[in-house]
């Protein structure tokens, strides 16, 4: 029988338990991305909390390219000293953090038409309607580098690992996905074609940082439109992944906020679950790779939450709203007091002033 508080290995890294805090976008950052008290606390306590593996909110690669305020950054050296003191300050708590790396393109509405955003094709987003560059070679070299250089600064900041963002409509989904990408050159047509620019982004990652650094990397399971990136695309897109060397798959879905009221609907042939919204997905992704799956949204039940766990390959779950409404839910439930989560995943902590439970646990307690 396979435990939620038992060592677990992803990739290089040897964590304490099964539970990772999924990427969260803080929005407590001062203006250029850098960290802030408020922020560094957030991380202290999931730390204390006995979380497994943090991965911090996305951080941009490129200066310019900020698809939302307060975010990360990661795009010079000047992150690498208060870096490194995060990730002490993390370890000390013999938890592990990896950072988020992400282009966001036009899943955007911040500072459009102030700055360039780039993207595979000129096919506006969906939820933002927002239409980028189609970018020349030129341009992909670019970014590419940016991803790299970015990589090379986390592992010198002392993290135990990197995420590249390729999910939820941002720059690399839409490499992807047919629907944005309607490119005729060697980026664009088959999914070969579509994968390169992600596969270029993790070969060149891979050379920069050794093979002793875990790079996970996150993939929508669908983008549940006509015409969109398919399950059956996600599923040999991971098996490409894992013959190049990644060392895990993170996997979501593209549903923009809509979860709750998609509970039951079926997509590609598999419904999201109320626990575990895209654990059907996941489960096919880890009877088919044998590097380990991470399963995201909607986890607030640690006995179905076990219950997955030792009736799927799965081996690591993520959980991000739960935290806010209850930042210390991994040390209550190791502790024996099994209750559900309090989150009422009613999606309210997005705020101005940064992410935050304004139900239970309202910013400044």
């Known amino acids: 029988m396979k435990l939620l508080f038992e060592e677990a290995k992803l990739g290089k890294i040897v964590l304490k338990n099964r539970f990772v805090r999924s990427a969260t976008w803080e929005n407590m950052t001062t203006e250029d991305g850098h960290l802030t008290k408020e922020l560094i606390n957030i991380y202290e306590n999931l730390a204390k909390s006995e979380m497994g593996l943090i991965i911090t909110g996305y951080a941009n690669v490129m200066k310019e390219e900020q698809p939302n305020h307060g975010m990360m950054g990661i795009y010079d050296d000047s992150f690498i000293n208060e870096y490194k003191k995060l990730t002490e300050l993390v370890h ?3 938890s592990k953090i990896i950072m988020q790396v992400a282009y966001g393109g036009t899943k955007t509405t911040y500072n459009v038409g102030k700055r360039l955003i780039y993207a595979p094709s000129e096919i506006a987003e969906q939820s933002t309607n927002v239409v980028g560059k189609a970018m020349t070679k030129e341009d992909i070299d670019l970014v590419i580098n940016a991803f790299v250089d970015a990589a090379k600064r986390i592992q010198e900041s002392g993290f135990d690992g990197i995420e590249i963002h390729a999910a ?5 989904n839409q490499f992807l996905s047919s629907y944005y ?6 980026y664009g047509g088959s999914l070969e074609n579509r994968m390169r620019f992600l596969v270029e982004i993790y070969n060149k990652t891979r050379e920069k940082v050794g093979n002793d650094f875990t790079i996970v990397v996150k993939l929508t399971s669908s983008e549940f439109f006509e ?7 996600t599923r040999l897109i991971c098996r490409e ?4 060397g990644v060392d895990a798959i993170d996997i979501t879905g593209n549903i923009h ?4 009221s998609m509970i039951g609907e079926a997509f590609d042939g598999y419904e999201l679950q109320k626990e575990g919204y895209f654990v059907e997905y996941a489960k096919v992704i880890s009877d088919e790779v044998s590097i380990p799956t991470i399963s995201v949204g909607g986890f607030k039940d640690i006995s179905k939450i076990e219950n997955i766990l030792n009736e799927s390959n799965i081996e690591f779950f993520a959980l991000s709203r739960p935290l806010l409404a209850e930042p210390n839910l991994i040390k209550r439930w190791k502790s024996g007091d099994k209750k559900s989560a309090i989150c009422i995943s009613c999606s309210k902590c997005r705020t101005d002033q940064g992410n935050y439970c304004v139900v239970f646990n309202k910013k400044n307690n």
């Open 168 to 172: 939820h409509t941002y720059l690399i």
């Open 241 to 244: 992944l894992e013959s190049i």
């Open 227 to 233: 015409g969109g990136m398919t399950f059956d695309e």
């Open 257 to 260: 906020g809509k979860a709750k």
């Open 92 to 94: 000390k708590f013999d």
């Open 181 to 186: 990408n309607k490119r005729t050159d060697e």
